[in-house]
């Protein structure tokens, strides 16, 4: 089993829907929980970052954690084109060490 | 955030030669990273560059396939050795900010393509 599980999608919504993603782990020891935006051809950007359980709004994002189900979730309201582009979590303990889901890849189409 | 630049961005390289991809970050930091991506798959950290002493390797990857360095606190270098066509893959360069040691930046990434 892997340690994140990440739904592989693709999705695929119309602009100005809300995107869904979700990611699972079995490590009970993470804290801290990151979401990366890449796109193509792109390396991965920051684009949220929360510790521990609870929710975390920065404009258009949330990003939800659910620590005692193990379960954290990147939501995008209105979501736009320029949206478009591969959504990886990522978490770690304490350190360095990160431990990456698969990705999913969203299109919003015009 | 950190501004990374990584180079080259893309290669295509013979199986048997090896290629160093280069990796600088506009302020000092302490630790740098190296991760493999392959097409549908999660990051894979291949080891952490360390200034002054050896790179640190996860399991599965070794020093004589990966040979890093780390001459200053904000330049590495990564070299893949005797290239095979499974070293396809996107290889990135990444670095943990000062103030944080739980979040990663990345750098653009280099493609390479071994035929």
């Known amino acids: 089993q892997k340690e994140v599980e990440q739904d592989p999608g693709p999705l695929s919504v119309p602009e100005g829907a809300i995107v869904s993603l979700n990611c699972t782990y079995s490590n009970s020891a993470f804290q801290y929980f990151m979401w990366y935006r890449q796109y193509s051809r792109k390396g991965p950007e920051l684009l949220m970052y929360?510790?521990?359980?609870g929710n975390k709004e920065d404009g258009r994002f949330t990003a939800q954690v659910d620590k005692s189900s193990k379960y954290i979730s990147l939501f995008i309201r209105d979501s736009q084109p320029s949206d478009s582009a591969t959504y990886l979590c990522a978490m770690t303990r304490n350190d360095y060490k990160l431990s990456f889901g698969a990705g999913t890849t969203v299109t919003v189409r015009a | 955030s950190a501004v990374i630049s990584q180079k080259p961005s893309r290669d295509i390289c013979q199986r048997g030669t090896s290629l160093t991809i280069q990796c600088q970050v506009d302020?000092?930091?302490?630790?740098m990273f190296w991760y493999r991506q392959q097409p549908g798959q999660s990051l894979t950290l291949i080891a952490t560059a360390n200034q002054g002493s050896e790179a640190t390797y996860e399991s599965g990857f070794v020093i004589d396939k990966f040979p890093i360095s780390r001459p200053n606190l904000t330049f590495s270098t990564l070299t893949v050795s005797n290239m095979s066509p499974e070293d396809s893959s996107i290889y990135l360069c990444?670095?943990?900010?000062?103030?944080?040691?739980?979040?990663?930046?990345f750098g653009a990434g280099t493609r390479l393509s071994v035929l």
């Open positions: 929360t510790y521990s359980s």
């Open positions: 302020s000092q930091v302490t630790m």
């Open positions: 990444s670095v943990q900010p000062r103030e944080s040691k739980n979040i990663q930046y």
